[in-house]
């Protein structure tokens, strides 16, 4: 993977570290050493489950022609670099893919600009039942009413079909505005946007922006954010990265899903933007070294459930990165002399790692459970039970 935001690092003065002795990664085996050999994920379900409640959750992006939503969905999953954007073609069809391969398990489904969402034939029900977070892509740099018209529209129309989705708009391709317009634009589009839904009477729709782009962290940062609204276990996170703080005298820590760089949660205290590019640099300087040195046996991930790494700034601070387990890296930022005492950091981030687990461990509990009770379901219907053709509920319904 290249390094594409390399500035910021420079004061690095030593690196160290790259657990790169294990960098075959042998995902059997490391669930093995990992003691758990549980799946980590939004949500860990099966692909046949029938219930909304027991999809994967699901991001639609929408938008208008050339808005930048394929852009964006290449440069933070693929790793496309921004400049390759250039040359990506438009989108002719509806476009879904599976984000497995890292932390994040969920689904992106992409609407082409000319397309309508909510033509019937694209059966808008079920889409938008399993809609997690409804992403609407506007173009900064072009003519946004006919786009904010667009956009109210599917909103509203979504909200009717499922009020539990998130809304988000990526005010997009921000880079090409000057920091007074930029700040004008953002203003211009949010009173519109409230006053749309005031005259519409749906002021209980509630949208979030984000001001974007894919030439600097901004777009990870956005998506970041959208991402942790789906993540049920956020506040038990949040609660567990303070603790790990408070007891290691560590300033700020971000648990990131290393393979695409969104922080799935961070301390409670406020994300300055320069620190989150400092770590977001440390995962690519990380990976880069372990890629370059590592094992070259065969291609295989550059980092492994043991990778960490150390930096020490210029600034007498120091950055660390530690890998939770196989997606999950902890990279945090310490003044030096709180860096002194390695040993009460590493008992910390054990403890914290044990934590992480067992935060994971009850989620996969309950849906093993409850996997558990709708076989047995399954089984009753199955064999003609008269319980269940008396229309009894089903034994999880009743214990
Ligand atoms: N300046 C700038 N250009 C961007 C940004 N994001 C995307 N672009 C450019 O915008 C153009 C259109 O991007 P696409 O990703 O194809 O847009 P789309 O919304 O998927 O378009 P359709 O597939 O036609 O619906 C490309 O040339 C991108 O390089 C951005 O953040 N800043």
């Given at each position: ?17 790259y ?39 699901t ?236 094992s ?43 860096y ?5 950091i ?15 461990e ?16 399954l ?11 008396q ?9």
């Amino acid at each position: 993977m290249a390094a594409s935001h390399g500035a910021g690092m420079m004061g690095a003065a030593a690196t160290s570290d790259y657990g790169s002795s294990n960098t075959s990664l042998d995902r059997a085996g490391d669930e093995q050493e990992d003691g758990s050999n549980f799946e980590y994920g939004l949500d860990d379900v099966d692909e046949d489950a029938s219930g909304p409640g027991d999809m994967k959750p699901t991001i639609v992006l929408m938008g208008q022609k050339r808005s930048g939503k394929t852009s964006i969905r290449k440069v933070v999953f693929q790793k496309m670099s921004p400049n390759e954007t250039l040359f990506v073609e438009s989108t002719a069809r509806v476009t879904s893919e599976s984000v497995t391969s890292s932390f994040i398990n969920f689904e992106t489904i992409e609407f082409p600009g000319q397309m309508s969402p909510f033509d019937a034939a694209l059966d808008p029900v079920s889409t938008f039942t399993r809609c997690g977070a409804l992403l609407f892509v506007l173009d900064a740099q072009d003519d946004y009413t006919e786009a904010l018209k667009r956009m109210h529209e599917y909103f509203v129309k979504a909200y009717r079909i499922n009020s539990n989705i998130k809304f988000e708009v990526f005010v997009h391709k921000v880079d090409g505005l000057g920091e007074d317009i930029k700040m004008d634009t953002q203003r211009d589009i949010f009173q519109r946007v409230q006053d749309d839904l005031a005259d519409a009477g749906m002021e209980q729709i509630h949208i979030n922006f984000h001001m974007t782009s894919i030439y600097d962290h901004s777009i990870f940062e956005a998506f970041s954010k959208v991402v942790q609204k789906l993540i049920r276990q956020l506040a038990a996170l949040e609660r567990l990265l303070d603790i790990f703080n408070q007891g290691s005298n560590v300033e700020k820590a971000f648990l990131f899903d290393v393979a695409s760089k969104i922080y799935v949660a961070t301390d409670t205290s406020p994300v300055d933007m320069a620190t989150y590019e400092l770590c977001c640099d440390m995962i690519d300087v990380t990976i880069d070294i372990s890629s370059i040195y590592g094992s070259r046996d065969e291609p295989v991930a550059p980092f492994d459930a043991n990778s960490s790494a150390v930096i020490r700034l210029s600034t007498q601070q120091v950055l660390f990165l530690r890998q939770v387990n196989r997606y999950l890296a902890l990279v945090c930022i310490v003044r030096a002399e709180n860096y002194e005492k390695q040993g009460l950091i590493d008992y910390n981030f054990q403890c914290f790692k044990r934590a992480i687990e067992k935060v994971f461990e009850v989620r996969k509990k309950m849906l093993l459970a409850g996997t558990r009770c709708k076989v047995d379901r399954l089984r009753l219907d199955d064999s003609g039970s008269s319980e269940s053709r008396q229309g009894l509920p089903p034994p999880a319904a009743r214990s």
